[in-house]
């Protein structure tokens, strides 16, 4: 680092003595510089004709990226800048290059800080670095400790040595590409290919990390074929033609970089026989426009994948040589003449612009290059949040950053959206992904597939496009492949031919994790439950009654208990089969024989089953377990065509509870293992069907020293004397033994599950204690016939089963013939499998239940589709859908071919439906008292309970809660709360789910259907903040879903409980303040405020979803709530721009008396004003407002006949009131207005469907989580139990009755019910999600921030201040749950976007999106046919608001004109501020040359000329939105009724309102004269009367040139805008113009910072556009100590000769224009108070200006000489801006109407915009004091006089 320090020192001071050095590279100015080098001249010395001109590409995505986020502020107050260079592909370029660019870095080491000889923060570079070049630049910019990013090197070694170790990249090494087509071919079954590279350096690399990765992958590379980079034609063909001779390999992989190899195999005869996968530098040539008959898959990185859409395409493909920023990119010109054969400013024209957007075709690269500058952009975004905490400067602290904190921020930089990047360690990309892409024949590329760090998923595409498996085949002859390890014998399968094929998944060995392979000990069940299938499919191939026709086979497949092994053992199964379009798997045996495979029986565990079931539901396989009982596996549409024969695990509750109600059991206790707790809420719904009440749930305790509270819980509820046991043998035996010792024998009634065995010796030492338990078991399985089969086994007659003979040597313990084992003793021959101790294992009796219903499906099937007679499969069955099989499944009935002859039986998503049978345990054994089947419970036997003494009891037999004592069950559920599993910190959740009683404490049993989905939302956060690594590491996030019921005194009841911890929610929740993380909530205003209320007193942070009151917004009253939703504020505005919008000018409101209506009211008045919205009446409902009062309130507003438009601002339940009164008043003729309240809820209109039509609302904006959409369609009616409100909700939402809940319907709900019918997302959804993760990505940020290292548990730090833990998540930013960005704004609301919603005629009543209103812009995209309404007559309550002003003089032929009368309201939008004489002096200025033109016979002869001039109060949208309706004629303006011609528009004086009302004179296809400076070339509509920015620029350049001056300080005046944008604009241009500004900055009267910055520069020449006396103003505060020489632009007015002024501007140039006429002077002196009748600002002006009244003793006067017309710089402009379309217009009328014609002829009305603007471009005409205006290009040409001060202060023109 010393060394390069030394080199930067000496270049820097070769140039020290260059201020603004000139530059041959691309340049961007900015605070903070990034590099950027990239290939396009080639050669040593530059001067080689560039390889590649897409590369142009490059650079312009640098600069879009650059410009996106200075335009963004990305970091605020700071400019990012560029500096592009030409590495020229050399590797001396390069290093001479980054030397250059490393000369002026101004750079600060740790260690060195003394040695920072440079002047520019120079963060870091951006390259290309593919090559030996890359290597160099890598090495170099390491030496020197800059950061590089590179966009397109791949090279593995970058990232691997510690030589490179500032380098990183944004897509994936070599190496992993290497990777992500290992992963392509193992998911196809190709594992025997060849190889074909080049000898480039990068695939080079490729091709040698693919030898590695297929090594690893055990895919054979037969033949690897080497072509040289520029080989000659015939290499080629050779390689080509070798490839294709050879018939053993079809899969070819290519690492090239043309495309010539796939040209010469495509012309191959057996061209089609290949599969060809390339890598991603063969995208390039592939797209050229190649059009081969191969398939070939591309393996490119997600990052450069050509197929996806950007912006960044539309912004090139725009670009011209007009357009493009050649400072920036100044090789564009050559680029363009090279592409298109065209000389700049000659013969490139509009010709080539077309053929730039036709011929456009993406660079490889652009996108990671804009990738790449945006993570760099985003690092020093951080790096300036830390260092300068948020202030929008570019601090010192942040200049000062040294590398080592730059690199360390690109490392941990994320950046989220449509293109993630982040980096890990090493600088490699986090996440490896990689796409697929398939060529097809017309050389397009359509996505196939994905991988994401090594997970391969189809997306796209199809199956059967590829080839089937390719192998080296059984044995492999080809020696290439004998270096691989052959498979492991784990794997190795068993095989029965067939013609249908079964696979059987078996865990014949132990998962062992520390074993190769994880396959452990062998397991002697699983080969047993193997051998099960075996006698399964022998005994149906024996059976005349099943497949009599058709061979029935078998694939075993050994599992080791491992999901990811069976996951891969289902890929490797599927991949030896060609399947097409059916769930029919097929292929060719060797003797040509077709086998099918249709079907999976196992594999045993529900992990394993997940695995299998992701993998084959693509192919439509049916899968039947025999072992998984885990209920998510009951959802058909997270686990498609699944099936089962043994129950689920909490099927047996249903039979508890039916056994609980018939034996008067009805108050009960559950203890529960750890492993089972989240049974606890599926047993309370179930139970509560059978009026059996939990008092409470218990955990088994870890160890023993727990009981004592285990048994201290239990006797807190002494009537609760049953108990409910689901737990493991050993810890049922654990209790018991308590129960014995404590002396508790006789106390309980126990029952128990299928987990307690029934054998004898498991109660043995504790019978006393279990004596009279019930217990609920399945039928214990008979099955002799396979016990017999299997004793009569032995190793040598049993060779399907390959690993029997370890089980045999295993079982007996010695050594079989030609084995090796650990036994030593040889095995006699006399050995012999017993019935009973060797085959006691009854899962095997499932396993052939399984194979035995499978085959039957099968069977009755092929007799359907091909006939009892045909033999084998018939072609009907080859395209047999999945659904089929499973269909068939599901429906039949059959009997078990085993001893016990059960039934088989499916219900309608495949779970079994097996009877159970309840034992009694007596002193004499278990004896069966009862049986329950088909949900019926039918009696055999009293049971028997027992005493202490053992004797039996005859009282006391029940268990019931005195309701007085158990309040639990008085409630039953109303209390009840939703919650995820454990947590070590908590969040409570207020959700509106039921509606509240009369006394809004209690709940009632009315369910709010909508919000289910909200409640459950936060769950899924819950769980998705769980399963995301990056957040919260070490700590798991628990979560209490409470119901609010809407009530505010609910609330603080439910938060009382929740932070005392006096309410047990579960065990796992520990009751302190250090476990609370937060609260998500409320759903409302009222219920957020409650909840505010309390949590401030408790230190508590909430995020509300839906609470919108503007009064949140105030961080001081509510320091810690913070919201996702936005502020009524915005809801108020956007409706008044609805009602606006439609045309309702006069409307009534409904507003509920509670936090929101009376706060959204008040802002929706105050934006009605704002809109001329007239509110006619305001009506107020209230909690107690009855029925018989909400149809008065609706005969009061039909009172008012003209005011048919009704907003309601109620709460939901409010407004459904107010509709359900209106419905039964049969109202339809109010249009009603809903906010979000209303929103597409569907409870609102219940019961008032017929009044509601044609009514138009407002949600926040639809925004949807796929996640969540898959998450809660997957719930089903009975797997839900954490959520004790699910029951009721499918109940209500389908209107029928579970087994489960509440019996409210005629009839009971089918199987085959599917919530993805029925759901529609509710957009609060993504809101509450947002809540969640805000709340954890804060807490992570906090830890992170006030205690580092710190990740197991919440640190005192942010406990003890819950005030930074706000404003950090207030200041946080993360992937929102729609996929966009989420953030808070300043306030802590979230983004103000809604959707516009209508309820359609006809539709329903479904709501359909009509538009959107998007941070004050209102969208529709359809326009319902909706009458306007407005006052008609006389509305005096419409007088009491201010409406916006216009001034109108009437007239056939109109100039609509746009002033400032007012300035910009500071922070409010489509406001005004305060009065401006400027703009009072510039409409006068119209009125006046109106008048004028009026008055002059000559001009316009028998034509009106008229104006109306619209206060634009400075800003565009209130320019915008008046200029909009006038045009449109859908504005009311005074005077404004009669036909109208209008001739022009005449604004304005600011640039960005005259830029935005160009688009809308544009658009109505009108002339546009501006009366300010702005760039007009691009617009053939907009001409302008002020001196064009091109003649600003030209007399300052002459200046400076005259002078000898290049290096200055520009100062503008802040409070004007037209002086604040030209200086903007000559900053903008001083490269241009050859000066450099050292600093630009705006002149603050009251603040003092700008006379410190003139003390503290160096130049000595300051540039100062301002007025004449702002100059003075500012130079007389001025003490420099030193000559400074001032530029004054603008000085208006002209100074008189020999005008004396302030000392400091002695020597002072001023540049100044033409003094207003002395005519328009005269008309400005004749103005009085009280007679102006045309200008209705004129007297508030006066009177605002001298403090006087329009009355009284303080009336103003009438002579005071008020107007001043040099206040405006503006004056002659606007007047001859006026006369210009007047003279425009009237030499038209001349010449169509004739000479002497008087009026508008019709003929004059045939002329076009564009002749008007053509004839006005280039003409010059008189003005009302007969000087010339001169116009060149539709700019006025105007002359500037100059002036100077001497010694004296005098002045002189010069």
């Known amino acids: 680092m010393l060394r390069f320090l030394a080199i930067s020192c000496l270049l820097a001071a070769t140039v020290s003595g260059q201020t603004c050095p000139y530059r041959t590279n691309g340049v961007i100015d900015g605070d903070v510089t990034l590099g950027f080098m990239f290939p396009f001249m080639s050669g040593d010395l530059c001067d080689g004709a560039p390889k590649d001109l897409s590369t142009i590409q490059l650079v312009e995505a640098a600069i879009y990226a650059v410009k996106e986020a200075n335009q963004q502020n990305t970091i605020p107050g700071v400019r990012i800048g560029l500096e592009v260079w030409d590495s020229c592909y050399s590797t001396n370029v390069v290093t001479d290059r980054g030397i250059a660019f490393l000369g002026d870095r101004k750079v600060s080491y740790e260690q060195n800080a003394g040695n920072n000889c440079g002047t520019q923060f120079k963060a870091a570079m951006v390259g290309d670095l593919r090559g030996d070049r890359g290597l160099t630049a890598a090495s170099l910019f390491s030496d020197a400790q800059l950061p590089v990013i590179s966009y397109a090197a791949t090279l593995p070694s970058l990232t691997v040595s510690p030589r490179y170790d500032y380098f990183s990249r944004v897509i994936p090494s070599d190496a992993a590409e290497a990777r992500a087509v290992a992963i392509l071919l193992l998911s196809q079954g190709w594992k025997y290919v060849s190889l074909v590279h080049d000898d480039s350096v990068e695939n080079l690399a490729a091709a040698e990390a693919f030898r590695g990765e297929a090594a690893s992958s055990k895919i054979c590379i037969s033949q690897t074929f080497s072509i040289g980079i520029g080989a000659n034609d015939a290499t080629v063909i050779s390689a080509a033609a070798s490839l294709s001779q050879q018939t053993r390999t079809r899969v070819v992989v290519t690492f090239l970089s043309s495309v010539e190899f796939f040209v010469q195999l495509s012309i191959q005869p057996d061209a089609s026989n290949f599969e060809v996968i390339a890598g991603h530098r063969s995208i390039g040539g592939l797209l050229s426009g190649v059009s081969l008959p191969l398939d070939i898959v591309i393996t490119s990185p997600l990052g450069v994948n050509p197929t996806t859409p950007h912006t960044f395409d539309d912004f090139f493909k725009g670009l011209s040589l007009a357009s493009a920023d050649n400072q920036a990119d100044p090789w564009f010109t050559s680029f363009w003449e090279s592409v298109y054969s065209c000389a700049a400013g000659s013969s490139c024209g509009s010709a080539q612009e077309a053929m730039h957007r036709q011929n456009y075709q993406r660079n490889l690269f652009a996108l990671s290059v804009i990738d790449s500058v945006r993570a760099t952009i985003k690092a020093l975004g951080d790096l300036h949040l830390e260092k300068c905490g948020g202030v929008p400067t570019a601090c010192d602290a942040f200049m000062g950053s040294t590398p080592g904190e730059v690199q360390d921020a690109i490392r941990s930089v994320a950046v989220t959206g449509d293109r993630s990047v982040a980096f890990d360690a090493s600088g490699d990309p986090a996440t490896e992904m990689f796409v697929y892409l398939v060529n097809t024949q017309s050389g397009a590329l359509n996505e196939l597939a994905r991988s994401v760090d090594g997970m391969f998923m189809l997306t796209g595409g199809s199956t059967d496009l590829l080839a089937g498996p390719v192998s080296c085949g059984d044995p492999c002859m080809d020696l290439a492949c004998s270096s691989l390890d052959p498979d492991d014998e784990n794997v190795t399968q068993s095989h029965i031919d067939g013609e249908i094929l079964l696979a059987g998944m078996f865990a014949i060995n132990e998962f062992d994790p520390e074993t190769d392979g994880g396959c452990g ?480 404490i209690e709940c009632t049993d009315s369910l709010v259907l909508y919000n289910m989905q909200l409640l459950e939302a936060f769950l899924f956060a819950i769980d998705e903040v769980n399963n995301d690594a990056s957040l919260l590491p070490e700590l798991t996030l628990g979560g209490i879903g409470f119901d609010s019921c809407g009530s505010k005194k609910r609330v603080g009841k439910e938060v009382g409980n929740f932070y005392s911890g006096t309410v047990d929610y579960r065990p796992g929740y520990n009751p302190n303040r250090v476990s609370i993380a937060g609260m998500v909530g409320g759903g409302s205003s009222d219920t957020t405020q409650a909840l505010s209320n309390i949590l401030i007193n408790l230190d508590i942070n909430t995020i509300s979803y839906g609470a919108t009151a ?303 209103w998007n941070r004050g812009t209102l969208s529709l995209d359809e326009r319902p046919n909706l009458s306007a309404y407005g006052c008609i007559g006389r509305c005096d309550e419409c007088q009491r608001g201010p409406s916006r002003q216009v001034t109108t003089i009437p007239g056939e032929l109109q100039i609509p004109a746009l002033v400032g009368v007012h300035g910009a309201a500071a922070g409010v939008a489509h406001s005004c501020g305060d009065l401006r004489e400027a703009g009072i002096v510039n409409v006068e200025a119209v009125l006046y040359a109106v008048a004028a033109i009026n008055a002059d016979d000559s001009l316009l002869k028998g034509v009106q000329l008229g104006t109306t001039i619209f206060d634009s109060c400075l800003s565009p949208g209130p320019a915008v939105g008046q200029l909009s309706s006038y045009l449109s004629r859908t504005g009311d303006y005074e005077g404004d009724t009669t036909w109208r011609y209008i001739a022009g528009i005449v604004g304005a004086e600011d640039r960005d309102v005259t830029q935005y009302i160009s688009d809308i004179a544009e658009q109505y296809q009108f002339i546009q004269v501006a009366y300010s400076s702005v760039d007009s070339s691009a617009n053939p509509f907009l001409l302008q009367t002020s001196p064009s920015l091109h003649d600003h620029f030209g007399v300052i350049q002459d200046i400076l040139d005259q002078f000898g001056w290049n290096f200055v300080l520009l100062v503008s005046d802040g409070k004007d805008s037209q002086h604040r944008q030209l200086a903007e604009s000559i900053y903008d241009a001083q490269s241009d113009l050859g000066f450099c500004v050292e600093r630009f900055f705006e002149y603050d009267r009251a603040n003092a910072d700008t006379e410190n910055t003139l003390h503290l520069s160096e130049a000595n020449v300051v540039i100062l556009v301002m007025a004449l006396d702002s100059a003075a103003q500012l130079t007389d505060r001025l003490n420099l100590g030193r000559h400074v020489t001032f530029i004054v632009i603008n000085t208006y007015p002209a100074p008189t000769s020999g005008a004396k002024l302030s000392a400091n501007l002695a020597g002072a140039i001023l540049v100044s224009i033409e003094s207003p006429s002395v005519s328009f002077t005269n008309h400005l002196a004749s103005l009085q108070f009280d007679n102006n009748v045309r200008n209705p600002w004129f007297d508030e002006f006066v009177m605002s200006k001298y403090g006087c009244t329009s009355s009284g003793s303080q009336k103003c006067g009438t002579d005071l000489g008020l107007m001043d017309p040099t206040v405006s710089v503006n004056v002659d402009n606007v007047i001859d801006a006026v006369y210009g379309i007047a003279r425009g217009i009237d030499w038209f009328r001349t010449r169509l109407c004739g000479a002497g014609s008087s009026g508008l002829c019709p003929q004059f009305f045939d002329i076009t915009t564009e002749e008007i603007g053509a004839a006005m471009m280039d003409s010059d005409y008189l003005t009302d004091d007969g000087s010339l205006v001169d116009m060149m290009n539709g700019t006025a040409r105007r002359s500037f006089t100059l002036w100077n001060s001497d010694r004296t202060e005098s002045f002189s023109m010069f």
């Open 1110 to 1412: 503007s009064t949140f917004s105030d961080s001081k009253k509510f320091p810690h709530v913070l919201r996702t939703v936005p502020s009524d504020e915005k809801q108020a505005e956007a409706l008044a721009s609805v009602l606006a919008d439609f045309g309702w000018k006069y409307v009534s409101i409904v507003y509920s008396d509670n936090v929101y209506g009376n706060d959204i009211s008040q802002l929706f008045t105050k934006a009605a004003v704002d809109f001329d919205i007239c509110i006619a009446m305001s009506l107020v409902v209230g909690k107690s407002t009855s029925q018989q009062q909400y149809g008065a309130l609706i005969d009061t507003l039909r009172a008012n006949t003209q005011s048919r438009v009704v907003v309601l601002l109620t709460s939901d339940l409010d407004t459904r009131s107010v509709l359900q009164a209106a419905e039964e008043r049969s109202v339809n003729d109010i249009q009603w207005v809903g906010g979000d309240t209303w929103g597409s809820r569907g409870h609102v209109i219940q019961e008032a469907e017929m009044t509601s039509v044609r009514a138009v609302t407002l949600q926040f904006r639809k925004s949807t989580s796929e996640g969540f959409r898959e998450y809660f369609t997957n719930l089903g009616a009975y797997t839900n139990f954490r959520n004790p409100w699910w029951a009721n909700f499918w109940s209500d939402t389908f209107e029928c009755n579970l087994l489960i809940g509440r019996d409210t319907y005629d009839n009971s709900c089918s199987f085959n019910l599917d919530l993805a019918d029925w759901f529609v997302q509710a957009p609060e959804v993504t809101y509450v999600i947002n809540a969640v993760r805000a709340l954890a990505v804060g807490m992570d940020a906090a830890m992170a921030e006030l205690c580092p290292g710190v990740t197991n548990h919440i640190c005192p730090e942010l406990q003890n201040d819950q005030a930074r833990l706000a404003n950090i998540i207030r200041e946080t930013s993360f992937t929102g749950a729609d996929g966009d960005i989420f953030s808070f704004d300043a306030k802590g609301d979230g983004p103000a976007v809604y959707d516009i919603l209508y309820i359609k005629p006809g539709s329903d009543t479904v709501y359909t999106k009509i538009g959107s």
């Open 521 to 1000: 000990a062998l397991s002697p069940e699983g080969v047993l439950r193997l051998e099960a299938m075996l006698y399964a499919v022998d005994q149906i191939n024996r059976d005349p009654e099943i497949l009599p026709t058709v061979a029935l086979g078998v694939e075993g497949i050994n599992t080791c208990g491992d999901p990811q092994r069976a996951g891969h053992g289902a890929l490797k199964l599927v991949s030896q089969y060609s399947f097409g379009r059916s769930a029919s798997g097929s292929r060719e045996t060797g003797d040509s024989t077709k086998q099918h495979l249709y079907g999976i029986v196992g594999p045993p565990s529900s992990e394993e089953t997940r695995a299998v079931a992701s993998v084959v539901q693509t192919y439509g396989l049916t899968l039947v377990g025999y072992e998984a009982d885990s209920h998510q596996l009951s959802s058909p549409n997270t686990v498609p065509n699944f099936a089962r024969v043994v129950p689920t695990y909490i099927q047996s509750y249903f039979a508890v509870g039916e056994v609980l109600q018939r034996w008067n059991l009805l108050y009960v206790q559950v203890l529960l293992s750890e492993e089972n707790y989240s049974l606890n809420s599926i047993m309370r719904s179930y139970f509560k069907r059978n009026e059996v009440c939990v008092a409470q749930n218990l955990q088994v305790p870890t160890d023993d020293s727990g009981w004592d509270q285990v048994f201290s819980d239990l006797s807190s509820k002494p009537e609760a004397r049953a108990i409910v046991i689901a737990a493991s043998p050993p810890e049922i035996q654990r209790f018991l033994a308590q129960i014995q010792q404590r002396n508790l024998i006789g106390q309980y009634f126990l029952i128990a599950s299928d987990d307690w065995p029934l054998e004898d010796d498991f109660i043995a030492g504790y019978e006393s204690a279990a004596r009279g338990t019930l217990v609920v078991k399945t039928s214990p399985r008979q099955y002799g016939e396979f016990q017999s089969y299997v004793t009569g086994l032995d190793p040598a007659s049993n060779l399907r089963n390959p690993w029997f003979r370890q089980y045999w040597m295993d079982r007996f313990g010695c050594n079989l013939p030609g084995e090796t084992s650990q036994y030593s003793n040889p095995c006699t021959g006399n050995e012999a499998l017993q019935p009973n101790t060797d085959v006691n294992d009854e899962t095997a009796a499932y396993v052939i239940d399984a194979v035995y219903a499978l085959a039957q499906a099968l069977h009755e099937i092929h007799t359907s589709v091909c006939g009892p007679t045909f033999r084998g499969v018939c072609g009907a069955m080859d395209d047999l859908p999945g659904d089929d099989v499973f269909s068939e499944l599901i429906q039949m009935t059959l009997t078990s071919p085993n001893s016990d002859r059960l039934p088989i039986r499916f219900g309608y998503n495949g779970d079994s439906n097996v009877p159970y049978h309840i034992f009694n345990i007596q002193p004499g054994g278990p004896v069966e008292v009862a049986t329950f089947d088909q949900f019926t419970l039918t009696d055999m036997l009293e049971p028997q309970f027992y005493a202490a003494d053992g004797s039996v009891r005859t009282s006391d037999l029940y268990s019931v809660c005195n309701k007085t004592k158990c309040l639990e069950c008085d409630q039953n559920g109303k209390d009840s709360v939703a919650y995820t599993t454990s947590g070590d910190i908590w969040i409570g959740g207020f959700f509106e789910v039921s509606e509240p009683d009369s006394t809004q």
